[in-house]
């Protein structure tokens, strides 16, 4: 289980709050976003638990892909949630704003935290803290990457990312296969997302701790 928190210009929290809830109908999310008030952060933040570590990947890269929102990923571990979270388990975990404070001083603008379950396990266990920080660090790379990419890379990728070939990607943007092709390597596409192969199972190990 994991808890996304994103923190952003106040005039944008109620586009991209419709946005993240919109992904409840596709079974992304367990419990609805929400604006929260978290300790040690001016202003208010979007959070909510997610069970699946690409969707919380997947979102968090998308929104501070931007530069203007900052992304705190907390890995909670298995908990008794099915449905949709009751009141007693609402708020974000205690350690979502020093994760979003110390996200707003990264280059990538994401940090990586541990609670719960994960937490408890990663008390006196080396190598699990160094998981934690190779995760963290992979994924402050890939939004780096990600931030740095321009519009028409960043589309030439999305769409062969929906499966698409690079001579279909290319009818689709009516250019040639060679600029798709020229888009994906300048973008630096696949090494992302070789990182993120790399990346997610890590996660989704650490987000099911506790089964």
């Known amino acids: 289980m994991f808890y996304l928190a994103l923190h952003g210009p106040e005039g944008e929290n109620a586009r991209l709050l419709d946005a993240l809830n919109g992904r409840t109908?596709?079974?992304g999310?367990?419990?609805p976003f929400r604006t929260v008030q978290v300790d040690g952060v001016s202003g208010s933040v979007l959070g909510g638990r997610m069970a699946e570590a690409p969707d919380a990947v997947g979102v968090l890269l998308s929104a501070v892909r931007s530069r203007r929102w900052v992304g705190a990923l907390v890995?909670?571990?298995r908990t008794r949630v099915v449905g949709a979270p009751g009141d007693d388990i609402a708020e974000p975990p205690r350690e979502t704003g020093p994760a979003v404070a110390r996200a707003?001083?990264?280059s990538g603008h994401t940090a990586v935290a541990?609670?719960?379950?994960?937490?408890e396990s990663a008390?006196?266990?080396?190598?699990l803290q160094s998981d934690l920080r190779s995760v963290e660090a992979t994924l402050d790379l890939v939004a780096?990457?990600?931030a740095r990419r321009s519009g028409p890379q960043q589309a030439a990728g999305r769409l062969v990312d929906a499966g698409l070939s690079q001579r279909e990607a290319a009818a689709e943007l009516g250019v040639s296969q060679q600029a798709v092709h020229s888009r994906l390597r300048h973008g630096l596409w696949n090494e992302t997302r070789l990182a993120l192969d790399g990346l997610l199972p890590l996660l989704e190990r650490l987000g099911r701790t506790g089964e």
């Open 123 to 127: 008390a006196g266990d080396p190598d």
């Open 75 to 77: 890995i909670e571990g």
């Open 29 to 31: 999310t367990v419990g």
């Open 114 to 119: 541990l609670t719960g379950v994960v937490g």
């Open 25 to 27: 109908a596709a079974g």
């Open 144 to 146: 780096v990457l990600e």
């Open 104 to 106: 707003a001083r990264r």
